[in-house]
Nanobody, 124 residues
Framework: QVRLVESGGGLVQAGGSLRLSCAAS????????VGWFRQTPGKEREFVGT????????YYADSVKGRFSISGDNAKNTVYLQMNSLKPEDTAVYYC?????????????????WGQGTQVTVSA
């Protein structure tokens, strides 16, 4: 059974940093492309960034480029989202997702597996 578990969310002041983790069981991240998405109530899930199993990318949404970075630790089967210079508009539930393709995608519908999400709240 595949399971993705996000952690590391919380409350932070604007300008601060958080690192989210996405730990996988039942699949090996090195064989999947991994994406990070976020969602606020009433809005569609928004692409944040993705990293490919071929080593391509990572690629980021313009809204987070230069502030967020994705990395992976194959030994821990975990992918990270480092978020710096956080803004109130970054407040959302953050999800990691995996797809069984070499390359990541900015479309949430292109991912096979999802975590349960972790809340990130950035105060002004």
């Amino acid at each position: 059974q595949v399971r993705l578990v996000e952690s590391g969310g919380g409350l932070v002041q604007a300008g601060g940093s958080l690192r989210l983790s996405c730990a996988a069981s039942g699949l090996t991240f090195s064989n999947y492309a991994v994406g990070w998405f976020r969602q606020t109530p009433g809005k569609e899930r928004e692409f944040v960034g993705t990293i490919s199993r071929t080593g391509g990318g990572p690629y980021y949404a313009d809204s987070v480029k230069g502030r967020f970075s994705i990395s992976g630790d194959n030994a821990k089967n975990t992918v990270y989202l480092q978020m710096n210079s956080l803004k109130p508009e970054d407040t959302a539930v953050y999800y990691c997702a995996a797809r069984s393709y070499p390359y990541g995608s900015s479309g949430w519908m292109n991912y096979n597996y999802w975590g349960q999400g972790t809340q990130v709240t950035v105060s002004a």
